[in-house]
């Protein structure tokens, strides 16, 4: 889905100017929110293919003006109240919900902290998958992305590349948006900048991607 968010070789936003000396968190709020969207999914079903299309959904305008973290606590809020985890009416007025008591089973931080540095795992069996392509086989990205969420950014569509590695199966982040957790086999495709970014990259310099099969077509 191409909105303001795929921002990537977009004319007229400047250069990227990463922040020296940059903190983890730029205030204690940021912490907050990191951690009650790494901790909701243990509550209220929900996962990273979901929450990127939501960040997706924020208008144009508002996207622009939020910071990071703020896209994030947008996103999780949009989660919640689409699934019925909180209403417009609690949020207006946080200090009349009265508080369940806390489960001591439910989100507990020695249970929260590994799965966090463990990470969430798509990988599937691949087993009766075609592996159309293999290590050094060339690729050209098709042109159009999908009508919903995709992970083929907009400046790497009708592109040149190679193969670098077969990661194996994996859920497609496009279909399991859906709930649809048909597994698909993924690459590691390398681009030379050159052929993404043209004159203004250097020479030598390359992009890896790692990108469904339902993205490539044979060179």
Known sequence: ?????????????????????????????????????????????????????????????????????????????????????????????????????????????????PAIFGGASQGRPDAGLAKRFKVGDRIITKRHGAAGHTRLPRYARGKAGRIEAVQGAFLVADLNTHGDQTPEMLYTVVFQAHDIWGSEARIGDTLTLDLWDRYLEPA
């Open 1 to 113: 889905m191409d909105t303001i968010h795929d921002m990537g070789g977009l004319h007229g936003f400047g250069r990227v100017k990463p922040e020296d000396n940059e903190p983890v968190f730029h205030a204690e709020w940021e912490k907050r929110v990191f951690a009650m969207t790494m901790a909701v999914p243990f509550a209220v079903v929900y996962g990273d293919d979901q929450l990127r299309p939501a960040i997706e959904r924020i208008a144009p305008d508002q996207y622009l003006k939020f910071s990071y973290y703020e896209k994030w606590l947008d996103a999780l809020t949009g989660l919640l109240l689409a699934r019925g985890a909180i209403t417009q009416a609690e949020l207006a007025n946080p200090d009349s919900v009265a508080r369940a008591p806390l489960d001591p089973n439910a989100a507990r931080p020695d249970v929260i902290v």
